[in-house]
């Protein structure tokens, strides 16, 4: 294939390759969130460890918002893993996630691994 990217030539590549192996390197350049509430919530997200959690009522009264509001938003996240929604849980439980439940419950067990 003529032009064809190696993934070690990508930097969203590498960035999910070193987290993949446990390693945490600074985020690849991502595109702009839609909206202002996105980019501060994508602010506070990325303030929360690996492997670490946070409700979804702590993080919006950190954010001066509403509960609601933060989990429409984190439902809006269109990068899981670089963006990272997982962190966010429900407090009485795991709380929603775009993809299959298992999956958030698997990144953050990952992430643990690592801590």
């Known amino acids: 294939m003529s032009g064809a990217k190696k ?3 990508d930097p969203v590549a590498r960035w999910l390759d070193a987290y993949f192996h446990g390693r945490w390197l600074p985020l690849p350049p991502l595109a702009a969130a839609r909206s ?3 980019q501060r919530l994508r602010a ?9 959690t946070c409700t979804y009522g702590q993080l919006a009264t ?12 984190l439902r809006a996240n269109p990068l899981p893993v670089l963006v ?3 962190r966010v849980v429900a ?14 419950r ?10």
């Open 7 to 9: 993934a070690g030539d």
């Open 91 to 104: 407090a009485d439980g795991l709380g929603g996630f775009a993809a299959p439940g298992h999956w958030k």
């Open 106 to 115: 698997a990144l953050l067990a990952w992430e643990r691994r690592f801590r």
């Open 62 to 73: 950190r954010m001066n918002s509403a509960p609601r509001a933060v989990g429409q938003a």
């Open 36 to 38: 202002p509430f996105q």
């Open 44 to 52: 506070f997200l990325w303030r929360i460890p690996p492997g670490a």
């Open 84 to 86: 990272p929604c997982h």
